[in-house]
């Protein structure tokens, strides 16, 4: 099977990424018009060639310029059956509204869709995540009470158990935080550093370079 991954950069789709690696001919990267997509992972996203390179893959940027997210999506897809990709790797956990738009699409073009981190439980997470090698930092909080303090701190299995109790989606699957991932089994380390933070309250990003 030839497999390409909706790939943001972030510990999700790398994971996803990392299980199928093998299978994967290319990274696909939405580039959304909203700074708050719906869909996709906004930040970082010029970083991506160095992870692509890193890995050894091709990856396949499309910018959305319409208002309909779902529109470059189905451009993104066109183009991957043209290249003769027979299967979409998402890194979707919980997200009914992303998950159902990404089957809905890829029925249209006879696509399969592969979710191996679809309702995963956070143990058997955190195994994969730590097993393969991840790992990132966070980039982006967005929910109360997390605050600019959390910025540029490890995502690790200590992290994960504490947002939980603060009633933070472990995840982050719900857009409360963001991830970068430097390094990983299939990733040599990737070189970055800082360019700016911005933000106020409970919503702050760190903007890499």
């Known amino acids: 099977m030839k497999l390409a991954a909706l790939y943001s950069g972030g510990k999700d789709s790398h994971l996803a990424t990392s299980i199928y690696f093998d299978q994967i001919e290319y990274l696909v990267t939405i580039i959304p018009k909203s700074r708050f997509p719906y869909m996709y992972h906004p930040i970082n996203l010029h970083i991506l060639d160095r992870h692509a390179q890193s890995m050894g893959k091709e990856i396949l940027k499309f ?10 999506l189905k451009e993104a897809m066109a183009e991957l059956k043209s290249h003769g990709v027979t299967g979409i790797v998402t890194g979707a956990i919980a997200s009914n509204y992303q998950y159902s738009r990404i089957l809905r699409l890829a029925e249209q073009f006879n696509l399969k869709v592969i979710a191996p981190l679809w309702h995963i439980d956070i143990d058997d997470y955190l195994r994969l995540y730590r097993d393969y090698g991840l790992k990132a930092i ?8 997390l605050d600019d303090s959390y910025l540029l701190r490890e995502y690790d299995r200590e992290l994960a158990y504490y947002f939980n109790t603060i009633s933070i989606n472990p995840y982050g699957e719900g857009g409360e935080f963001e991830t970068f991932v430097y390094q990983s089994n299939i990733m040599p380390r990737v070189e970055f550093r800082i360019n700016r933070i911005e933000g106020k309250n409970n919503s702050w990003t760190a903007y890499l370079e």
């Open 63 to 72: 910018e959305q310029e319409s208002e309909d997210e779902l529109e470059i």
């Open 138 to 145: 966070i980039v982006g909080v967005y929910a109360y009470p």
